[in-house]
């Protein structure tokens, strides 16, 4: 019985010992094959693209299953080959160059196989289990990676038609004639190499062509050179829509009597104005252009109104600028910021038609309530000064002005002492002159008729006294207001 038991158990262990000794070798021979396992194929595309490149990713596959491990390499290695040599033709066209053909590798194409080969040597490294494992679970498809690189394509395709990058579009023209007559020369385009549309149109033409099996033995594949309009800033559409259709308004003193320095100050405050445009809902700032022209140009000595008298200064002649500029603005139907007529009447302008300008404290101000743009020009020649208007306006619109002295302010009397007059006696030495409140209306008429009538200044224009000499002890002590000198029509040195 014992015996029995013996060979039973020797029996088993032998027949364990078969069994094993059959499954190892079955697995050594599973793990020993050379040949790639079956089904399997290896998908061209996949892999993530670099920065700056652009993945390309496919249906095409190339057969590996059943091959020797050697042969699939190989065949993977001529794959990566073939993928980087395949060509495209690109086709000057219109751009006036020849047809060029570059390989894929040429135009920024990467290949990269190191996922497959490294998947491959997983059946060939390691021990005979994990040689086993690796075969058992692997993969019935692979990757190789196909990535662009745009930079490198770019750079190509500049290298042949870069030289069209050199076109520059210009800008729509607004010109004023001599005439008045408002002429616009139209934009012109550019056109460029567009080469983000082309890599673009390549990746996409190179994707479909690999999908339906193109190995690139037939011919290359072709790309038309793509050009893109490049519009300038200012194109005649967006210029025209600035409304600048006709003269608005326009306007014309004289400073025929000026002497150097002022017609001086008045021609070159006039050249800074000239062509200054405001855009809609705009505030006109009149301080602006002074200060402009005393950069550029610097003012000279002329008569300016100091505390209500002529005197020698800087800049006398600028506010018959801003006066002429006024009485277009009134003329245009614009509204009115900040305006103040001078202390003394003008030679140049009706009473209540002035526009005073002192530095830092008064200045001349409106707005552009027209909805458009309005260009100044002004013309400054044989002493005869013009300010023209240049916008939208409706032409059976037009604004008419009018002004009415509504008081007087009689002068004073001034005396100085002389001390070679005699007590009781006086000598006339300046007459005096009036002071004036007068209004200005301005009327608005359509087709002809006034529609409405507005006032749009109350001016106080002082008196001018008489002043006497006498004798020293007959001059009365005159009181001091404590004010701060007023220069108007000048610039402060």
């Known amino acids: ?94 751009a006036g160059a020849k047809k060029t053909t ?86 012109k385009d550019a056109y460029v190499l567009d080469a983000d549309a082309m890599f673009k149109t390549a990746v996409r033409t190179v994707e479909q062509a690999l999908a339906q099996g193109w190995d690139g033995t037939l011919a290359p594949l ?94 006398g002649g600028i506010c018959q600028v801003s006066s002429t500029l006024y009485n277009a603005v009134l003329r245009a139907g614009l509204e009115l910021v900040e305006r103040r007529n001078h202390s003394l009447p003008v030679a140049y302008l009706p009473m209540g038609r002035d526009a005073t300008f002192a530095e830092g404290a008064i200045n001349f101000r409106f707005k552009n309530t027209t909805g458009k743009t309005i260009v100044i020009r002004t013309e400054a020649e044989g002493r005869h000064l013009t300010v023209k208007l240049f916008g939208t306006m409706p032409q059976n619109v037009r604004y008419t002005i009018s002004s009415k002295t509504v008081g007087t302010i009689a002068p004073a009397v001034k005396e100085v002492p002389r001390p070679s007059l005699h007590p009781g006696s006086r000598q006339l030495l300046a007459s005096g002159k009036s002071g004036y409140v007068v209004e200005t209306y301005r009327s608005k008429l359509v087709n002809g008729k006034v529609v409405a009538t507005s006032r749009v200044s109350r001016d106080t224009y002082k008196a001018q006294p008489s002043v006497y000499a006498v004798a020293p002890e007959q001059v009365h002590p005159d009181g001091h207001s404590g004010e701060k000198p007023l220069l108007e029509d000048g610039v402060a040195e």
């Open 222 to 315: 072709s790309l038309s050179v793509k050009l893109k309009v490049v519009h300038p800033a200012v194109t005649l559409d967006r210029l025209k829509a600035q409304g600048v259709e006709r003269r608005i308004a326009s306007f014309s003193t004289d400073f025929k009597t000026s002497g150097a320095g002022r017609a001086y100050n008045v021609d070159v405050t006039a050249r800074t104005l000239n062509d200054w445009v405001l855009a809609p809902g705009e505030v006109f700032d009149y301080s602006k252009v002074v200060a402009a022209t005393n950069e550029k140009y610097g003012y000279r000595a002329a008569p300016v109104i100091l505390n209500g008298e002529f005197v020698d200064g800087v800049g």
């Open 1 to 94: 019985m014992k015996i029995k038991s013996l060979h039973l158990a020797w029996t088993l262990l032998v027949a364990c010992l078969l069994l094993f000794s059959a499954g190892w070798g079955g697995v050594w021979v599973y793990a020993s094959q050379h040949s790639v396992p079956k089904p399997l194929a290896v998908t061209i595309g996949g892999a993530g693209p670099a920065k700056g490149s652009t993945a390309l990713a496919s249906d095409a596959a190339v057969r590996l299953g059943g091959l020797d491990l050697a042969a699939a390499k190989q065949k993977l290695l001529e794959r990566k080959t073939a993928l980087s040599q395949l060509k495209l033709t690109v086709d000057g066209g219109t």
């Open 102 to 187: 570059w390989t894929l590798a040429e135009l920024g194409l990467s290949v990269d196989t190191k996922a497959a080969e490294a998947a491959l040597a997983t059946l060939e490294t390691g021990g005979v289990w994990t040689r086993a494992k690796a075969r058992w679970q692997f993969p019935d498809r692979l990757s190789v990676g196909v990535s662009w690189n745009q930079a490198a394509f770019e750079k190509r395709i500049r290298s042949q038609w870069g030289y069209l990058d050199a076109g520059e579009p210009v800008n729509a023209k607004r010109t004023i004639t001599a005439d008045d007559r408002v002429v616009y020369t139209a934009h």
